[in-house]
């Protein structure tokens, strides 16, 4: 057995650290290297997922905000195609948005106006003008603005470009306001339960409180052009139907309901999603004072076979329309 001297063994250790040493130092090197490759990969796939998402609208973006308030009963075949729509519509505008879908969810005939006067209560006060929008009306034409509408209420779908009607006091359809001009006039009518009359009602309000209404200007796509109607009257009846003496108490400027006397009960509030569009969705019952407006259900109620009231004051609201050269009122 070979013995080594003291010397030896003392040189043999420090080979031995000095090896250990070097490997430690080369395997740091080694580590530190992919550590470093491994976070510039991922700076880099960070960078581009990054900017992948990011959201450039076409124009500056509004301070404004708009709330588009959709009276609703049973249209989710149109709804599914209307917010996707609107959204992308809008994005084009930079236009700050929110969409409320008002369903009437009670077993009264369909108000229009109610729901809309609901549609302002409940949505988000962040919006300082609405769009009373029907859900079967999309606008083609990219120059019909949903801008803040800074001379007064905003018609979008003028008796010159809608494509069904063409009378010159038609306010139906899509109108933009702000709040305050809304909350001016109290809102709309609650009584206009049914089809029909109650944009002619709220015209008159506007023109008596002195507010005038703007057109779009400049639009060359006409009737044909401007929107799209996708509402079918063979699938989908209108309710016409008048009982008691519905017609002539509809005939007239309302004075008694508005936004002030509307009253509801909201059965549910969801946050929908349909196509990567969002939904405020709220389920509504309304209440309706059998006193003032029977007519909420006519359902076995007598039909209004009252004379009817042709004479004419400022009060009234049915438009003069002309058809086949003879004046309807």
């Known amino acids: 057995m070979m013995l080594l001297r003291q010397s030896q063994v003392k040189w043999i250790i420090l080979a031995v650290l000095l090896f250990f040493l070097l490997s430690t130092l080369s395997m740091f090197q080694v580590i ?3 550590c470093n ?3 510039a990969e991922c700076s880099c796939k960070d960078t581009k997922s990054h900017k992948d998402v990011v959201d450039t609208p076409t124009k500056d973006i509004s301070d404004h905000k708009l709330c588009i308030i959709v009276p609703f009963r049973d249209r989710f075949e149109e709804l599914l195609e209307f917010a996707p729509y609107m959204k992308t519509f809008l994005h084009n505008q930079a236009v700050q948005n929110e969409v409320w879908v008002v369903n009437q ?5 369909f108000n229009r106006a109610y729901l809309i006067n609901v549609g302002f209560h409940e949505s988000s006060p962040s919006c300082d003008y609405i769009a009373m929008h029907d859900v079967d009306l999309l606008p083609q034409n990219p120059d019909l603005l949903y801008k803040y509408p800074e001379k007064g209420p905003l018609h979008i779908s003028s008796s010159e470009l809608h494509p069904k009607y063409d009378y010159p006091t038609f306010l139906g359809g899509i109108l933009l306001i702000s709040r305050q001009h809304y909350a001016q006039v109290d809102g709309m009518s609650n009584k206009y339960w049914g089809w029909g009359q109650e944009d002619d009602e709220f015209y008159v309000r506007m023109r ?3 507010i005038s209404i703007d057109r779009p200007a400049g639009i060359r796509t006409g009737r044909e052009g401007s929107f799209r109607h996708t509402h079918s009257s063979k699938e989908r009846k209108r309710d016409n139907a008048k009982c008691y003496n519905q017609r002539n108490l509809t005939r007239r400027r309302d004075r008694q309901t508005g936004l002030s006397t509307t009253f509801y009960k909201v059965g549910s509030k969801k946050q929908l999603v349909v196509d990567g569009a969002a939904v405020n969705f709220l389920d509504i019952q309304l209440e309706c004072d059998r006193l003032i407006t ?5 359902t076995g109620a007598p039909p209004d076979k009252n004379t009817p009231d042709r ?10 329309l002309r058809k086949n050269k003879k004046t309807v009122t």
Do not use: I, M, Y
């Open 32 to 34: 530190t290297s992919k």
């Open 37 to 39: 490759n491994s976070a």
């Open 105 to 109: 969810a009670d077993k009264f005939r």
């Open 208 to 210: 008596q409180a002195g």
């Open 294 to 298: 029977p007519w909420c259900n006519c």
């Open 311 to 320: 004479t004419r004051d400022e009060d009234v609201v049915v438009p003069l």
